[in-house]
């Protein structure tokens, strides 16, 4: 079993900063993709950002330039540093892990970031 557990979200005016974190535990040998999805209301789970175990990142072109993602291998924890945040990024935030094979790929519960004046 692996848990995933996020802190962070919360509301925000646009704007201002919000830092998302993601602990992984449980039985993990290695990870290798780790990052953060997003799903707005009555819209489809998108890629924020991805972030691999060498720290390739990648970046959904909205979070390009605002957001950065960072892990620490060590601590099995990655993170998403938000800025300049905008109405449009109001959505339920999601950690993702990869381990890889036939580890499989897991899932946070999410946290909400809600960005309103």
């Known amino acids: 079993q692996v848990q995933l557990v996020e802190s962070g979200g919360g509301l925000v005016q646009p704007g201002g900063s919000l830092r998302l974190s993601c602990a992984a535990s449980?039985?993990?040998?290695?990870?290798?993709?780790m990052g953060w999805y997003r799903q707005a209301p009555e819209k489809q789970r998108e890629l924020v950002a991805i972030?691999?175990?060498?720290?390739?990142?990648n970046y959904a072109d909205a979070a390009k330039g605002r957001f950065t993602i960072s892990r620490d291998n060590a601590k099995k924890t990655v993170d998403l540093q938000m800025s300049s945040l905008k109405p449009e990024d109001t959505a339920a935030y999601y950690c993702?892990?990869?381990?890889?094979?036939?580890?499989?790929?897991?899932w946070g519960k999410g946290t909400l970031v809600t960005v309103s004046s």
């Open positions: 993702y892990v990869d381990l890889g094979g036939t580890g499989g790929k897991y």
């Open positions: 449980g039985s993990i040998f290695r990870i290798y993709d």
């Open positions: 972030i691999s175990v060498g720290g390739t990142k």
